[in-house]
């Protein structure tokens, strides 16, 4: 029963966003046992919670990092950061596979230099179209 009570304070405890709904103390009015797992399982829940934004936050560096080998001042702002997350996303190679990664981004560097007016979407389809024709891949 007690274990219960408290699992259900979790849940309803973490189902909301603390910036839509007030603070309350999930394990309000719990007593002995109860309060003592619902305390554990709340600690647990927030080290997950921090856990993944860590590693969030490393993934948006990672991202950040390929971007400015790819030439681009600024990645972290700006709807070309959103169009790369969606080209890597769809192009699994990159960053997987070294010799296609490091032949995209010798080219989208040349790209960037000999035609600075493409840009977005179109910029990174060149770059992996020019990487299926060197590699004789599909897409």
């Known amino acids: 029963m007690h274990k219960n009570l408290a699992f259900a304070a979790l849940i309803f405890w973490s189902s909301g966003s603390g910036a839509q709904q007030p603070l309350i103390e999930p394990c309000a009015g719990m007593e002995g ?57 769809e192009n699994p190679w990159f960053g997987a596979d070294k010799m296609k990664t490091q032949f995209a981004m010798r080219y989208a560097k040349q790209l960037r230099h000999e035609q600075p007016s493409v840009l977005g979407r179109m910029f990174f389809d060149n770059v992996a179209e020019k990487v299926r024709e060197k590699f004789l891949t599909g897409k």
């Open 33 to 89: 046992y109860a309060s003592v797992l619902c305390h554990k399982n709340v600690q647990e829940q927030q080290q997950q919670e921090l856990a993944q934004s860590l590693s969030d936050e490393k993934q948006r560096k990672i991202q950040e990092q390929k971007m400015e080998r790819l030439g681009f001042q600024n990645p972290a702002t700006g709807s070309e950061s959103q169009e790369f997350a969606r080209w890597v996303a």
